[in-house]
């Protein structure tokens, strides 16, 4: 925001806001916290600052907290990429340093989703939902806060001590701060909160005086070990994707070449089509995938193409389907490659480059080997017949694809 002010003066709220890259309400309250923090911005024909910037701020009414240097520093960040100013001097004892990663695990968590589908908010609650709240005080003693329509469902799946409903944060979207005032009521003021959290949230409970962090390893450890349960969900998972995939490629087996292209029923073959037969398995199995890939050539070269219109005979399909389970919320993922009519001879040198690379990476695998190393091997593998990878180090000779 500063550095749109400084960089074009005269310009009106609507302009401003299209500048920052803002809401008009976002505007207003940043304008606010930069008056707060020292900064003379004045509105006569338009935003000005009125004298030379000062990174410190110039108010002494109030003692800076963490966020205020947050904020210096982000300013101080777009000012400088913005080429607007450095000072080579005092670079170095101006701006805040940037604080250590705390990784205690200790503090209580609060939990916001992001959407239906967020990983985190899932594997804390069991509970898939698109607005609520969740907040660990301690092991066994955690909360789960949700609209009155959901108030039921909660009881009856999600894995928590204690479910509560409350009207007014669903209605007004203001979980942070019944997160805030929950936490003043037990006397805590710092707590962590999940890296999908939305920016939004992460304000709201710093605004409301929660010295709130992000815990960048929250449940990486936990993943890491699968109960019985959960392994067996992921095998359902994958089970669900080979069904998927097999009814693609019999819907591929069973169509005619025709001028270049696939004919089934009486009409081209489509990616729509083995769309509709793949989602159609997966739901009669409880799992669902919206984005999978089902893509002739040659566009199927682009990769994440998820595939549109007649398939091509002749030539690559790629088939990508990564199924979610609509109750466990685990997910498979199986990816084939199938050609329907004659195999191309470099089609065939590709396949060959595939199978041995992925020996050689099977191979290289044993414990205590590092992750690298079969990924390096199946790079190797790959180079060596002639291609090239994105990794460092293995990316071919000149001219490889």
Same mark, same amino acid.
């Given at each position: 925001?500063?550095?749109?002010?400084?960089?074009?003066?005269?310009?009106?709220?609507?302009?401003?806001?299209?500048?920052?890259?803002?809401?008009?309400?976002?505007?207003?309250?940043?304008?606010?916290?930069?008056?707060?923090?020292?900064?003379?911005?004045?509105?006569? /024909?338009?935003?000005?600052?009125?004298?030379?910037?000062?990174?410190?701020?110039?108010?002494?009414?109030?003692?800076?907290?963490?966020?205020?240097?947050?904020?210096?520093?982000?300013?101080?960040?777009?000012?400088?990429?913005?080429?607007? !100013?450095?000072?080579?001097?005092?670079?170095?004892?101006?701006?805040?340093?940037?604080?250590?990663?705390?990784?205690?695990?200790?503090?209580?968590?609060?939990?916001?989703?992001?959407?239906?589908?967020?990983?985190?908010?899932?594997?804390?609650?069991?509970?898939?939902? $698109?607005?609520?709240?969740?907040?660990?005080?301690?092991?066994?003693?955690?909360?789960?806060?949700? /609209?009155?329509?959901?108030?039921?469902?909660?009881?009856?799946?999600?894995?928590?001590?204690?479910?509560? $409903?409350?009207?007014?944060?669903?209605?007004?979207?203001? !979980?942070?701060?019944?997160?805030?005032?929950?936490?003043?009521?037990?006397?805590? /003021?710092?707590?962590?909160?999940?890296?999908?959290?939305?920016?939004?949230?992460?304000?709201?409970?710093?605004?409301? *005086?929660?010295?709130?962090?992000?815990?960048? $390893?929250?449940?990486?450890?936990? &993943?890491?070990?699968?109960?019985?349960?959960?392994?067996?969900?992921?095998?359902?998972?994958?089970?669900?994707? $080979?069904?998927?995939?097999?009814?693609?490629?019999?819907?591929?087996?069973?169509?005619?070449?025709?001028? *270049?292209?696939? !004919?089934?029923?009486?009409?081209?073959?489509?990616?729509?089509?083995?769309?509709?037969?793949?989602?159609?398995?997966?739901?009669?199995?409880?799992?669902?995938?919206?984005?999978?890939?089902?893509?002739? /050539?040659?566009?199927?070269?682009?990769?994440?193409? &998820?595939?549109?219109?007649?398939?091509?005979?002749?030539?690559?399909?790629?088939?990508?389907?990564?199924?979610?389970?609509?109750?466990?919320?685990?997910?498979?993922?199986?990816?084939?490659?199938?050609?329907?009519?004659?195999?191309?001879?470099?089609?065939?040198?590709?396949?060959?480059?595939?199978?041995?690379?992925?020996?050689?990476?099977?191979?290289?695998?044993?414990?205590?080997?590092?992750?690298?190393?079969?990924?390096?091997?199946?790079?190797?593998?790959?180079?060596?017949?002639?291609?090239?990878?994105?990794?460092?180090?293995?990316?071919?000779?000149?001219?490889?694809?």
């Amino acid at each position: 925001m500063l550095a749109a002010i400084i960089a074009e003066p005269g310009l009106n709220p609507l302009e401003l806001a299209d500048k920052a890259g803002v809401s008009e309400r976002t505007l207003r309250r940043d304008l606010v916290q930069l008056r707060e923090l020292g900064y003379e911005v004045a509105y006569t /024909s338009g935003y000005e600052v009125q004298e030379k910037l000062n990174l410190e701020g110039r108010s002494k009414q109030r003692q800076r907290s963490r966020g205020d240097d947050a904020l210096l520093q982000a300013v101080a960040q777009a000012v400088e990429s913005a080429g607007l !100013w450095r000072d080579t001097e005092r670079v170095g004892s101006v701006l805040p340093k940037r604080p250590k990663t705390r990784r205690s695990g200790k503090d209580p968590l609060v939990l916001i989703p992001s959407g239906d589908a967020d990983a985190d908010f899932v594997y804390a609650t069991n509970f898939a939902v $698109e607005s609520a709240l969740y907040i660990r005080f301690a092991a066994n003693d955690d909360v789960l806060v949700t /609209s009155p329509l959901e108030f039921d469902r909660a009881r009856t799946q999600a894995r928590v001590a204690s479910v509560v $409903e409350d009207r007014e944060a669903y209605v007004h979207q203001a !979980w942070a701060r019944l997160a805030a005032r929950m936490l003043r009521d037990r006397g805590i /003021s710092e707590a962590r909160v999940s890296p999908n959290l939305k920016a939004i949230h992460l304000d709201d409970l710093r605004a409301s *005086g929660v010295d709130a962090y992000v815990d960048r $390893e929250l449940f990486v450890a936990e &993943r890491r070990h699968k109960s019985a349960e959960e392994a067996a969900a992921i095998e359902q998972a994958q089970k669900a994707a $080979e069904a998927a995939v097999v009814e693609v490629v019999r819907g591929l087996a069973q169509a005619e070449v025709r001028d *270049g292209f696939l !004919w089934s029923n009486g009409g081209p073959l489509t990616s729509e089509k083995l769309y509709g037969r793949a989602q159609q398995t997966l739901g009669d199995l409880g799992f669902t995938c919206p984005d999978m890939i089902i893509a002739g /050539s040659p566009e199927c070269a682009l990769p994440h193409y &998820r595939g549109t219109g007649p398939i091509k005979a002749n030539a690559p399909v790629i088939i990508d389907i990564f199924p979610t389970s609509r109750t466990t919320h685990f997910h498979g993922d199986l990816t084939r490659t199938v050609v329907v009519g004659d195999i191309s001879e470099e089609v065939r040198r590709m396949h060959a480059a595939i199978l041995q690379a992925l020996d050689a990476g099977i191979e290289s695998i044993a414990v205590g080997v590092p992750c690298q190393e079969p990924h390096h091997a199946v790079c190797q593998v790959l180079v060596d017949r002639g291609y090239a990878t994105t990794t460092k180090g293995f990316e071919g000779n000149e001219g490889a694809a």
